[in-house]
Nanobody
Framework: QVQLVESGGGLVQPGGSLRLACAAS????????MSWVRQAPGKGLEWVSA????????TYQDSVKGRFTISRDNAKNTLYLQMNSLKPEDTAVYYC???????????????????WGQGTQVTVSS
């Protein structure tokens, strides 16, 4: 069955960096567009970034553009999110999900994506 397992979250000071990973199994990872989605405390799901199947086209939410980088290694069935210059407002549970950026809004529902991981907590605080 489809399995997505995120890792790499943690506590980091403002201005710091983290690299998230999402290990995929149970499906042909290399043909799927993939996204990162986050949920801040008390808020809804927010799309963050997406990458096409080949890894040569990426998109970002405006608030993370220039600070976050999405990438993938299809040989390792793994999706990544490099997060630099982290801010307290980046604090959230980060999920990887199968599917592209939704067309209508960056605020999304679980039904907008095919499969989800369990999430990894990122906390940005001094």
């Amino acid at each position: 069955q489809v399995q997505l397992v995120e890792s790499g979250g943690g506590l980091v000071q403002p201005g710091g960096s983290l690299r998230l990973a999402c290990a995929a199994s149970g499906f042909t990872f290399s043909v799927y567009q993939m996204s990162w989605v986050r949920q801040a405390p008390g808020k809804g799901l927010e799309w963050v970034s997406a990458i096409n199947s080949g890894g040569d086209s990426t998109t970002y939410q405006d608030s993370v553009k220039g600070r976050f980088t999405i990438s993938r290694d299809n040989a390792k069935n793994t999706l990544y999110l490099q997060m630099n210059s982290l801010k307290p407002e980046d604090t959230a549970v980060y999920y990887c999900a199968t599917g592209p950026r939704p067309l209508y809004s960056d605020y999304v529902d679980r039904a907008d994506f095919g499969s989800w991981g369990q999430g990894t907590q990122v906390t940005v605080s001094s």
